[in-house]
């Protein structure tokens, strides 16, 4: 078999060669630093006989596409670990994940925090042990026979439930064995002892809360322990800026048990959720787009006719009436877009329609994955729909991109990639349709001057779609504005137009975000800035603080004429001492603080202090309403 290399090089081999083998006809010292091999793309193990052509890649473990190997090998590590410090305990599934690792034990006894570094102890002796990981491949019945046998019965289920001409693989670690598709590190050293367990919870077996429960155990693992400490200042870093500690010491929101998911704004959230709603539609306004209304309530048969109930209907809130009528709270909004289309005769003429709506959408989440208002069951999105040609894809792709990046600048966040979402294995619409729209959205990607990454089976239900992913403060990235071309709903709803040839034609549309909903996007922005808002953002601008009772009547004066500035003001004239209020002003984020006393009363001034800061500025007070108020403005009315 022939097998071509990164530098193009063509080479044969016999069929069954290994990796190693590959490696060892190479260099004798990649040989010893080759982890795993990628054919076509795809990670294998070293050991593993290889018997097609295909691009080899002989990867060392420094290399970033071995990082989730080591996690993996890092999960097997740890459950072996387990299973000798805590004889009886059954292993489930144990996958790497984003930054890390995990695995569900079946325990009687509940694991605690104090066993977390004795597990650590036993997984740093079993890389030292360098065990060899070897795959070997099993028979369905024998595999099934073997793990009941030793109690697994996890094991034995998961294989029962496998189809029938799955190839059924075992890693052997040692003495111990995992049943795993693989691929792994050649043996336990290579793991290396960068890692660090994190955190317990609890887990339904398969998901399931009818199931069950299960402990699980988390980590991280790094390829060095550079990376792993890099890693764990910035998780320390986040936890200070944790939107939920943060939100609860300005008391922006709360979430409780009788609303899971829902998010209960307090007078203070409501303020800055507003003000962000405020600035988004000025934007949208400014750029042609026509703000609409649609219903909370649509009959489920609008659902099926668009296809949502097909991909969606697990995740719909249901409710039926005494008629017979069954009706869905909307997850989305964009049949009710279609619907608004449809009224009337568009001509083309009219395109491109852009249709906007600040959406409130419900989406069944499992409790489980809730996570303060990042990720909730009610939600509003900063939605809209452009109804085009497909000759305006192009320019409405980058108008939209150029006004992406003012958002993202304005709200102080940067855009760190673009990726290019391509046709998933459920999706509605044919082959045609599919080649036709990612051909046409990549080619509008590029003449938006946009660099994108490809990410094969990630596309929407209705068409491939533009991810944009920005970085926050402390390195952190997250998906939330995205652009979708659909070919498909305008089809399936009946939308048409009138073409200039007096021909009946369907519009596309594009589904588009900027924020992606105002909840996720506001705990990310409450933690970029650690509460720490811009003063045209801060929900509370400015508090007057006396400094002692006298300047109490000044104090009003000095509030009434910051209002009327137009700056969101509160008043602080407790008879407390002025640091005491000053820490706690401070702990509640307040951006600035005007602090009075008789002087300041006496002379007609104000004492500015701003957050982080210890110094005062004095400014007389016409002065300081003029400053306070121009660096209130938003930056779109600057």
Avoid at 3 to 11: K, S
Avoid at 168 to 180: A, E, F, M, S
Wanted: hydrophobic fraction near 40%; include cysteine; glycine fraction near 8%.
């Amino acid at each position: 078999m022939q097998l071509q290399f990164p530098d193009g090089a063509l080479r044969d081999y016999p069929e069954g060669v290994t990796g190693r083998e590959i490696a060892e006809g190479l260099s004798k010292s990649l040989a010893k630093k080759a982890a795993v091999i990628r054919l076509d793309g795809e990670m294998l193990d070293l050991d593993r006989a290889l018997t097609s052509d295909g691009r080899i890649e002989i990867l060392t473990r420094d290399d970033p596409a071995v990082l989730e190997t080591i996690r993996h090998d890092a999960s097997h590590v740890m459950a072996e670990a387990v299973q000798e410090l805590f004889p009886g305990t059954q292993v489930t599934i144990g996958p790497s994940i984003e930054d890390g690792f995990y695995y569900d034990f079946a325990r009687a006894e509940p694991f605690s925090l104090d066993d977390l570094p004795k597990i650590e102890a036993k997984m740093r002796e079993i890389v030292d042990r360098d065990e060899k990981i070897e795959r070997e491949v099993w028979d369905r019945d024998e595999a099934i026979a073997h793990f009941k046998a030793v109690g697994e019965s996890y094991k034995a289920e998961i294989i029962s439930d496998l189809p029938e001409d799955q190839t059924i693989t075992v890693y052997r670690q040692g003495n111990w064995k995992d049943l795993c598709r693989g691929p792994h590190l050649p043996s336990t050293k290579m793991v290396g002892k960068a890692f660090k367990l994190t955190k317990l919870a609890g887990a339904y077996w398969r998901g399931d809360s009818n199931n069950a429960q299960l402990q699980r155990i988390y980590g991280t693992a790094w390829a060095s322990q550079e990376d792993l400490d890099a890693y764990l200042k910035r998780i320390e870093e986040a936890e200070k800026r944790d939107h939920r500690r943060i939100g609860r010491a300005m008391d922006l929101f709360h979430i409780q048990e009788e609303g899971k998911g829902m998010v209960f704004w307090h007078k203070n959230g409501w303020t800055l959720y507003r003000t962000l709603e405020a600035y988004m539609r000025r934007r949208l306004e400014a750029e042609d787009y026509g703000e609409v209304k649609t219903p909370q309530l649509l009959d489920r048969s609008l659902w099926e006719k668009s296809g949502h109930w097909e991909k969606f209907g697990h995740a719909m809130f249901v409710c039926e009436t005494d008629e017979g009528e069954a009706l869905a709270l909307k997850p989305m909004n964009c049949p009710g877009h279609v619907q608004i289309f449809n009224v009337g005769q568009k001509s083309y003429r009219d395109l491109p329609l852009r249709m906007a709506e600040f959406g409130s959408c419900h989406r069944f989440e499992p409790s489980g994955g809730l996570h303060g208002i990042m990720r909730v069951r009610g939600f509003t999105q900063d939605d809209a729909h452009i109804f085009c040609r497909e000759d305006q894809i192009e320019s409405e792709t980058t108008r939209f991109v150029e006004l992406l990046h003012s958002v993202y600048s304005d709200l102080g966040v940067e855009l760190h990639s673009v990726k290019l979402a391509l046709r998933p294995d459920l999706r509605a619409g044919t082959d045609e349709t599919w080649d036709i729209a990612e051909q046409k959205l990549e080619r509008a990607a590029k003449s938006a001057g946009m660099t994108v990454e490809l990410l094969p089976g990630e596309g929407a239900f209705y068409g491939p779609k533009l991810e944009f992913h920005l970085k926050d403060a402390i390195g952190r990235t997250w998906q939330c504005g995205t652009l979708q071309l659909d070919f498909v709903l305008p089809e399936r709803l009946d939308a048409e137009y009138t073409a200039e040839d007096g021909s009946k034609q369907r519009p596309v549309m594009l589904h588009r975000a900027i924020l992606g909903t105002f909840e996720r996007f506001l705990g990310i922005l409450i933690e970029n800035y650690a509460g720490n808002f811009p003063l045209w953002l801060a929900p509370v601008q400015v508090v007057v603080a006396t400094i002692t009772s006298d300047a109490e009547a000044y104090g009003r004066d000095v509030v009434k004429r910051l209002e009327a500035a137009g700056l969101r003001v509160q008043s602080d004239f407790r008879n407390e001492k002025i640091n005491y209020k000053i820490r706690e002003l401070s702990l509640a984020k307040t951006p600035v603080i005007a602090v009075v006393g008789r002087k300041e009363a006496e002379d007609g001034t104000l004492a500015l202090r701003r957050l982080g800061t210890e110094h005062q500025r004095l400014l007389s007070l016409d002065d300081a309403v003029q400053v306070l108020s121009g660096e209130a403005l938003a930056p779109d009315l600057a």
